[in-house]
């Protein structure tokens, strides 16, 4: 087959066991394989994925257009770098997100869902000290998730996780020392526990300090 009719063909007309190259690049971006600034040059990939061009040259598309690969012309492709100013605002505007529908999820808490918070904060100690890097990534983000989805807003849990992969190479730079992985696995008992009390200006707090990562003042 053709490199362009395999470009062509609708996903489910495709082998059932054909990788997708745009997960795997974004895994290996997410978990630092490929670094924030590196250069991504297609026949290495074709190679690393044992793919066709075409397949290089849509993924690269998609994640630049998720602002993870950065295309520049006459140069190449490269894994998208923020500077300082951008990592802030995108901090911005999760705190903005997040806080903004902290009283939904006071509203909407059971003892069920908050059971289950506490197990997936568990799971998140766990994976610090047993699992892998992507691992470790996945049970955080299967926290978040199920404390976003107390909004009742599937979309806002969707563009938070969107923006969430913004920051490339998320797993690596969150969590450089053990102190603070220690201090993020503590602040998602902490966020367990303003729930539970409903205590709506204590979960704004800590909801913005876990994203900022800033100390916690008690």
């Not at 394989?33 to 290089?56: M, N, S």
């Not at 009390?197 to 008690?218: C, F, M, N, S």
């Given at each position: 087959?053709?490199?362009?009719?395999?470009?062509?063909?609708?996903?489910?007309?495709?082998?059932?066991?054909?990788?997708?190259?745009?997960?795997?690049?974004?895994?290996?971006?997410?978990?630092?394989?490929?670094?924030?600034?590196?250069?991504?040059?297609?026949?290495?990939?074709?190679?690393?994925?044992?793919?066709?061009?075409?397949?290089?040259?849509?993924?690269?598309?998609r994640l630049s257009?998720?602002?993870?690969?950065?295309?520049?012309?006459?140069?190449?492709?490269?894994?998208?770098?923020?500077?300082?100013?951008?990592?802030?605002?995108?901090?911005?505007?999760?705190?903005?997100?997040?806080?903004?529908?902290?009283?939904?999820?006071?509203?909407?808490?059971?003892?069920?869902?908050?059971?289950?918070?506490?197990?997936?904060?568990?799971?998140?100690?766990?994976?610090?000290?047993?699992?892998?890097?992507?691992?470790?990534?996945?049970?955080?983000?299967?926290?978040?998730?199920?404390?976003?989805?107390?909004?009742?807003?599937?979309?806002?849990?969707?563009?938070?996780?969107?923006?969430?992969?913004?920051?490339?190479?998320?797993?690596?730079?969150?969590?450089?020392?053990?102190?603070?992985?220690?201090?993020?696995?503590?602040?998602?008992?902490?966020?367990v526990d303003a729930?539970?009390?409903?205590?709506?200006?204590?979960?704004?707090?800590?909801?913005?300090?876990?994203?900022?990562?800033?100390?916690?003042?008690?």
């Open positions: 087959m053709s490199d362009d009719l395999t470009e062509m063909l609708a996903p489910e007309e495709k082998p059932e066991d054909k990788k997708d190259v745009t997960d795997l690049l974004l895994h290996d971006i997410l978990t630092g394989t490929l670094p924030a600034g590196a250069w991504l040059k297609q026949i290495d990939l074709e190679r690393r994925y044992d793919c066709t061009r075409p397949e290089v040259r849509r993924a690269l598309d257009q998720r602002r993870l690969v950065q295309h520049n012309p006459n140069r190449g492709y490269q894994v998208y770098e923020l500077d300082d100013q951008r990592t802030q605002e995108i901090s911005d505007i999760r705190v903005i997100l997040e806080t903004g529908v902290a009283d939904r999820m006071v509203a909407n808490a059971t003892p069920a869902t908050i059971a289950e918070l506490r197990q997936l904060a568990r799971q998140f100690d766990e994976m610090s000290f047993r699992g892998s890097i992507m691992e470790h990534y996945d049970a955080n983000l299967a926290f978040h998730r199920a404390l976003l989805m107390l909004s009742g807003n599937s979309e806002l849990v969707d563009v938070v996780a969107e923006i969430r992969q913004r920051t490339v190479s998320a797993p690596v730079s969150q969590w450089r020392t053990r102190a603070r992985i220690e201090q993020s696995a503590r602040e998602h008992h902490l966020m729930l539970e009390a409903r205590d709506l200006p204590e979960l704004k707090r800590l909801i913005e300090i876990h994203i900022r990562q800033a100390p916690i003042k008690v």
